[in-house]
């Protein structure tokens, strides 16, 4: 399993620190590998079956519908795998993604309401799950696919939300500190 980058510094507000980053399952790319091995596999063995008869055309080609099949079905969503991560400080859940364009999804500690994971056989068997992260907006839940040890992030996270709505602030009555607002 590759180790994600950390949250960078800029993103974080006063006072907040990260506490986990994960990034998806290699499981996710199986599909990828397997396209790959077999595209150039078949495009092997074309080109040797082809030989040297004729101008090269028909090598071209065959070497040009691998190349696009290798970076449609392998590097894509090698690339989305590998600029997709997951943080969690303790103040809020950032999803972040993108190859060219970066988009983000946060959601303060303090707004989501329940958090639950789901592993099949296969998930039970690589240790990962699918996390489930619903909040108080209007938009729907947000479902984290192939999360890496998804007992310890949920186990993780849920404590971090149960803190946070227990009213444990900070010096600023931000969620996420150390002091509790009854305390002053």
């Known amino acids: 399993e590759v180790a994600a980058v950390a949250l960078s510094e800029k993103l974080l507000v006063d006072g907040e620190r990260e506490i986990l980053?994960?990034?998806?399952?290699?499981?996710?790319?199986?599909?990828?590998?397997?396209?790959?091995?077999?595209?150039?596999?078949?495009?092997?063995?074309?080109?040797?079956?082809?030989?040297?008869?004729?101008?090269?055309?028909?090598?071209?080609?065959?070497?040009?519908?691998?190349?696009?099949?290798?970076?449609?079905?392998?590097?894509?969503?090698?690339?989305?795998?590998?600029?997709?991560?997951?943080?969690?400080?303790?103040?809020?859940?950032?999803?972040?993604?993108?190859?060219?364009?970066?988009?983000g999804r946060i959601i303060p500690l303090s707004r989501i309401n329940h958090v639950?994971?789901?592993?099949?056989?296969?998930?039970?068997?690589?240790?990962?799950?699918?996390?489930?992260v619903v909040d108080a907006s209007e938009s729907e839940g947000l479902t984290l696919p192939d999360v890496p040890r998804v007992e310890d992030v949920h186990r993780t996270l849920t404590q971090l939300v149960f803190d946070s709505h227990e009213g444990l602030y900070d010096e600023d009555d931000r969620p996420g500190g150390r002091g509790g607002r009854h305390d002053r």
């Open 116 to 132: 639950t994971f789901d592993k099949d056989l296969i998930d039970r068997i690589l240790r990962c799950g699918t996390l489930v």
């Open 21 to 103: 980053t994960v990034r998806t399952h290699l499981k996710s790319l199986v599909w990828s590998v397997l396209v790959l091995v077999v595209v150039c596999g078949v495009a092997g063995f074309g080109i040797a079956v082809v030989g040297d008869e004729g101008d090269g055309i028909v090598r071209w080609v065959i070497l040009g519908v691998a190349a696009v099949l290798i970076v449609w079905q392998s590097l894509l969503p090698f690339l989305r795998w590998l600029t997709t991560t997951y943080h969690i400080t303790n103040r809020r859940l950032v999803q972040q993604t993108g190859i060219i364009n970066r988009t």
